[in-house]
């Protein structure tokens, strides 16, 4: 049998996958998408999403070319901000403690309006992000950077961009695991496939490895992350093991990034192993900045209000894996019970409720209850009442005097009836990845030598993030850098066609 033939081969089935095939397609190359997982849990890590990104914008004006549905009525009762290239380059830099790499970055920052606009115009349907606003004055007033989400979304995103990349003449293939790259020394020249129960070749012009991090990978995650990462659930899909990473390394890409760094958040403590579609993002307990975190002493171990919740939560996961028995509670009482996001509403849940403080005590599985009351009592008198309380902006309403401080939001616990969440450390993807060349997704070899033939793109970019992660920045950097792989690999592997026909 002949052995089949694409300009482009695209590995994996995620938003970076699609954003590539579809930038490949749309350059004229022809395209096949190669999905490991069965359709039924395809999509990766981008299907688990609630469909949200971060993008710069300097006005609603920008934001029409997005949210191409919105009218002037809904507009009057939505404050979206604004936010400029510097704001995004700021929230970078800042929580990742300079180390995001520039030139990536600044593809990052600079490129996130006109590919937010690109999906748009390639049909993508995008909604005003008002499930996480808070009303004030009337209007919903929502994060600058995330105001947009997809229709449906993490599982409505890669629907349509499938959807979108078939009715264009790609192909997309799922269970098919890609096991290696076929590299003659010079030019990765086509993949190893196994589809079931068969191994076959596919040549191409140019391969797109769009596979993921391997937060999937328990070993790895013990062998780079370090002990106790083999004990967390992890948030997303199960098939990203890290495979791209390997078979890259294996023919002499460089690693780049924090190879020792993850998003993670605090998950519920009795969430599955791996993601579960039906459950979404459920499982994570995001109002940690309302209330207060306290580990199995009964201690705070951390400023739950240090910052916006989506600078901080993806962090603080690694705190939580840090504390005795690997758990906290998360606390909150009647002022704020109101307020909670709706992943503290779902059926599979791990809370206790008490109409008293001692009550409380007494429920929260693993705490010494001395110590937890002790520590509310220290805390409640720790506050600064002269500032109002404003969930939606940083309201500067701190505690003083203690070790460790809570700098804004912070209110006493002292209304019934109380509520506490038990968090274990979920992780998200891993930070680790390939080096490549920021204009234009190739990867880069050890000796600092582009790759030919060989790109990379979302969870598979190192460099970009350090530390922590402000979030809805992943899909954003999957489709920047999946769109800029796809058109790079489809420029070379057309390119290269052409100068073969010339020599024919
Ligand atoms: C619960 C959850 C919520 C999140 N919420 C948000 C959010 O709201 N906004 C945001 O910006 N980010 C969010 N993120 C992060 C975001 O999902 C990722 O950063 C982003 O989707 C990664 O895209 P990707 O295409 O690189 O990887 P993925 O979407 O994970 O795709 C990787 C693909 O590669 C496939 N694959 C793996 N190995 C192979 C192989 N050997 N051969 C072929 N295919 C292979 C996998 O099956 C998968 O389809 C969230 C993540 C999780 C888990």
Known sequence: MAKEFYDVVVVGGGNAAL????????????????????????????????GSLRFSYNSVDNLRAVLRDLSDA???????????????????????????????????VTRSYDTAVWLASKGIRFIPRLAHAFQSEGRFKMSPGVVAEAIGGGEGLVARETEIAIKNGVTVRYSARVLSLNFDGHAVRGVRVKTGATISDIDA????????????????????????????????????????LRMALEIGAAPFGNWGGCHAVGWDSNAPEFGDLIVGTGYQKHSYPLGIMVNAEGRRFVDEGADLRHLTYAKYGH????????????????????????????????????DTLDELARKLEGVNPNGFLDEVRRFNNAI???LPFSPAVRDGRATTGLDIPKSNWALKLDQPPFEAYQVGCGITFTFGGLRVEATTAQVIDLDLGAMPGLYAAGEMVGGIFCFNYPGGTGLTSG??????????????????????????
């Open 19 to 50: 954003c590539a095939a579809l930038a490949a397609n749309e350059a004229g190359a022809s395209v096949v998408v190669l999905e490991r997982a069965p359709e039924a849990e395809s999509g990766g890590n981008s299907r688990y999403t609630s």
């Open 74 to 108: 809904e507009i009057e009762t939505m404050d979206f901000g604004t936010y400029p290239v510097e704001d995004f380059f700021d929230d970078m830099f800042r929580v990742t403690n300079y180390r995001t790499d520039p030139l990536l970055c600044e593809q990052l």
């Open 205 to 244: 012009g140019a391969v797109v490895l769009a596979c993921g991090g391997f937060e999937a990978n328990l070993e790895w995650r013990t062998r780079y992350l370090g002990p106790q990462w083999d004990l967390v659930k992890v948030r997303g899909t199960r098939f990203n093991t890290g495979d791209g």
């Open 319 to 354: 705190v939580i894996l840090k504390q005795p028995g690997q758990f906290a509670w998360q606390i909150f009482d009647s002022k704020t019970i109101s307020l909670l996001r709706e992943d503290y509403r779902i059926k599979q849940v791990t809370k206790v409720k008490a």
């Open 384 to 386: 600064q009442t002269d």
């Open 479 to 504: 489709s920047v850098f999946g769109r800029i792989a796809g058109g790079a690999a489809a420029r070379e592997a057309l390119g290269g066609r052409a100068q073969q026909r010339a020599f024919a």
